[in-house]
Nanobody, 117 residues
Framework: QVQLVESGGGLVQPGGSLRLSCVAS????????MGWHRQAPGKQRELVAA???????NYADSAKGRFTISIDNAKKTVYLQMNSLKSEDTAVYYC???????????WGQGTQVTVAS
């Protein structure tokens, strides 16, 4: 089992920045990759960005050029630096970790990000 705890959400004005953090605990030796998904009201949950423990990244088109995902393997912490935030980035952001070899998926409880003036 892997437990995930997110932090860093909040209210920010359009054009502002936020950094989300997610710390993994438990069977962290099994983690293959970690990432962030988001779910806006009335919409499906979608991938924002993901990173393997080897450093390979994957971004949604909406995140490219504005968001940066990084991982500290020693701390088993994944970060999402979000810049140039837009109102459409408003959502609950969920941390995700997948374990090898069967890609079992674990989820955090989510952190609210609201972009509004």
């Amino acid at each position: 089992q892997v437990q995930l705890v997110e932090s860093g959400g909040g209210l920010v004005q359009p054009g502002g920045s936020l950094r989300l953090s997610c710390v993994a605990s438990g069977s962290i030796f099994s983690i293959y990759d970690m990432g962030w998904h988001r779910q806006a009201p009335g919409k499906q949950r979608e991938l924002v960005a993901a990173i393997t423990t080897g450093g390979t990244t994957n971004y949604a088109d909406s995140a490219k050029g504005r968001f940066t995902i990084s991982i500290d393997n020693a701390k088993k912490t994944v970060y999402l630096q979000m810049n140039s935030l837009k109102s459409e980035d408003t959502a609950v952001y969920y941390c995700n970790a997948r374990s090898s070899p069967f890609f079992v998926s674990y989820w955090g409880q989510g952190t609210q990000v609201t972009v509004a003036s």
